[in-house]
């Protein structure tokens, strides 16, 4: 069907008009799978003698998100005006899924278009969904002692809608293949092999927005931005005598306003880099961790990222990805060992890195500047759910109030109190009391004047003996 290329169901009311069951279930049947999912979808049933209510529940029409079905009312009487009965049908809805919504006489026709097309989803019911998780995904879901006892910005959002809509659901471990989401040799793997396959309803964990996995599932409206970072060890700091030559550079261009000036500059700039060292030189970019000689490494747990790196058209994120080293198996410590060494840098999701290094109580690190990958994230969901819509409103509304930012800074100002974290020294900044170390400078300085002293006497001593 090529004229479906630039197809927008959400713009169209599709009307399939009818007369016979089994003819239109060939049709229905002879869709290819999820091909044709109008977004509203009236079934016209011209067959007086024909019960048309269970094409309501048929796969190639139910995943529409407003579906009605005109059935001519077969409890006419004799010489009465004839009438069709609304029909729709409630996916969620226990017993009878049938609904009658009222009738449409075609002498009177002062239907609207809410009357024709209501909310087919109101309430789930009570319905228990079963998520597709990983447990351990801070800040979208944050493993507790048991899996019912799990939390997270995701979960905490899924709490609230689940009270209005009235369903229940229930979090996994982890998928059973242990994959993230990724597609390996055509098919799905991970908990996105999960969603496609119909075996989970929902994921909450971080998915990124991409066009190969929007075209194999459903994606909520984005809730989030998260990105790839890089973790490395801070820089050792220089010497701490160091700090008697640093107020030096500033020194250099103004040495000429006078000695007194010099002099004052000097005692100011003095005390303030030997109470506050400066930080030592950090990497900035992609293309300097790329030539640092410094290995970017990863958990091996299927995720793109890797295959994308090597196929980049970016030079250094392309060398970055094949000199990636990955981590078997779910050994972050190994990984913040590596980083310690100063030989490796972390490479992982910002905000779960982030987590990580809490957790690992990881004091003296920072993030490279430069990150890879920035996108929206959404919840999954199987293509074509016709509930979707349903989700997007609340998630829209957590977004629109600031709830979800709101969540994901409590949640790591909870976690830093828990583990007892703070920012690394380096990365604050923090003043130091005076030490012998930065008075070592001040003796280096004092030996070196002696020293030219010394080379001066001896120097006029023999200019003395010469004359």
């Keep these: 069907m090529p004229w479906l290329g630039n197809y927008k169901a959400h713009r169209y009311i599709h009307v399939l008009i009818f007369s016979d069951l089994e003819a239109t279930e060939t049709f229905a049947d002879s869709l290819p799978d999820r091909l044709w999912v109008p977004s509203y979808l009236l079934l016209i049933n011209l067959n007086q003698t024909l019960n048309a209510g269970p094409l309501l529940s048929h796969p190639a029409f139910s995943r529409s998100p407003y579906l009605t079905l005109l059935q001519p009312d077969l409890e006419v009487r004799s010489g009465g005006t004839p009438r069709h009965r609304i029909l729709t ?18 002498a009177r026709p002062t239907l609207s278009f809410s009357s024709l097309f209501p909310d087919r989803f109101p309430t789930f019911h009570g319905h228990h969904f079963l998520l597709s998780s990983w447990i351990d995904d801070f800040p979208y879901i944050i493993p507790g002692k048991t899996i ?92 701490r005598w160091y700090s008697i030559v640093f107020p030096l550079r500033v020194l250099t261009g103004t040495w000429w306003f006078g000695a007194l000036i010099m002099t004052t500059l000097y005692t100011e700039n003095l005390v303030a880099y030997i109470t506050i060292p400066p930080l030592p030189q950090r990497l900035h970019s992609l293309a300097h961790l790329d030539h640092s000689g410094i290995r970017p490494t990863m958990i091996d747990y299927g995720n793109f990222m890797h295959g994308h790196m090597k196929s980049s058209l970016d030079p250094y994120v392309r060398s970055l990805g094949y000199k990636m080293q990955l981590i078997q198996g779910q050994e972050y410590g190994y990984g ?16 779960y890195l982030r987590y990580k290094a809490i957790l690992h109580r990881q004091q003296d690190y920072y993030f490279l500047p430069e990150t890879l990958f920035p996108s929206y994230v959404g919840w999954t969901l199987p293509k074509h759910t016709p509930w979707k819509h349903k989700l997007d409103f609340f998630i829209q509304c957590y977004v629109e109030s600031g709830l979800t930012m709101f969540w994901r800074n ?30 070592q400078g001040a003796f280096l300085i004092y030996l070196l004047g002696v020293g030219s002293a010394v080379v001066a006497m001896a120097g006029e001593t023999v200019l003395s003996r010469w004359k």
């Excluded at 060992?337 to 905000?351: C, K, N, P």
């Excluded at 949640?411 to 170390?437: C, F, H, W």
């Design 89 to 106: 049908v409630e996916s969620f809805r226990p017993g009878n899924k049938l609904v009658l919504l009222g009738f449409y006489d075609p």
């Design 148 to 239: 019912e006892e799990a939390s997270g910005m995701c979960l905490l959002m899924l709490d609230g809608i689940a009270e209005i809509l009235n369903f229940t659901f229930q979090a996994y471990e982890w998928p059973v293949d242990n994959q993230w989401g990724s597609l390996v040799n055509g098919s799905w793997v991970g908990m996105l092999g999960e969603i496609v396959r119909e075996e989970r309803d929902i994921c909450v964990n971080v998915m990124s927005i991409t066009h190969d996995r929007w075209q194999a599932v459903d994606f909520s409206v984005p809730y989030f931005v998260d990105s790839i970072s890089f973790l490395l060890r801070n820089p050792l700091p220089l010497p």
């Design 336 to 351: 913040f060992e590596l980083v310690s060494q100063g030989t490796h840098a972390f490479f992982e999701g910002y905000e």
């Design 410 to 439: 409590k949640l790591t100002q909870d976690m830093r109190y828990k583990y007892n974290a703070s920012v690394s020294v380096l990365e604050r900044g923090r003043q130091k009391p005076l030490g012998i170390p930065d008075l």
